[in-house]
């Protein structure tokens, strides 16, 4: 007769993915930027135009999960506020200066718009002028 053998089911636990598990493109270099004296540049005639074409597909706070296509949270740029609290990171991503030019950001996928180089200058200039209003 046989014996019935119980095999124990080792249940593989999945780890669930926590968020940071993305790749995580090292950030850029700081570029340097200074605020040009007397510059114009504002949320509201270059801020939120650069920001909404090209960033908030993704860094939206009014996205969740798979929406975000992996854009880390509190990194929001839908508002001024969200983008405040995180300029500097924006410089090292996307902002082109003196000390260096980052393109990490937005994620080139062939059909995306990507900011001209002028406009990245500009985005770093605006951040060193603190990102006004
Ligand atoms: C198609 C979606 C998408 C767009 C558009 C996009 N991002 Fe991202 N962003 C991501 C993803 C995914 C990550 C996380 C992976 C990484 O860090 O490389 C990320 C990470 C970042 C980080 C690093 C956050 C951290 O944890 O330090 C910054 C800063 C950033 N993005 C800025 C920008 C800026 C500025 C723009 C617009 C110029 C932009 N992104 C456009 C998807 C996007």
Not at 8 to 22: E, F, G, K
Not at 57 to 63: F, I
Not at 105 to 112: D, V
Request: aromatic share 6%; with cysteine; net charge negative.
């Amino acid at each position: 007769m046989m014996k019935k053998l119980m095999s124990v089911a080792s249940v593989a636990l999945l780890a669930l993915a926590a968020c940071d598990d993305h790749e995580h493109a090292a950030a850029g270099a700081p570029t340097g930027a200074t605020c040009p004296q007397g510059s114009t540049l504002t949320y509201t005639n270059f801020g939120k135009g650069f920001l909404d074409k090209y960033c908030v597909e993704c860094h939206d706070a009014n996205k969740t999960g798979a929406a975000r296509k992996g854009a880390p949270e509190f990194h929001d740029f839908d508002t001024l506020t969200g983008f405040k609290s995180v300029s500097d990171h924006a410089d090292e991503y996307s902002g082109s200066g003196p000390s260096a030019t980052n393109e990490l950001m937005p994620e080139a996928n062939g059909t995306r718009p990507i900011p001209t180089m002028a406009e990245r200058v500009q985005l770093s200039q605006w951040i060193a002028c603190g990102s006004p209003n």
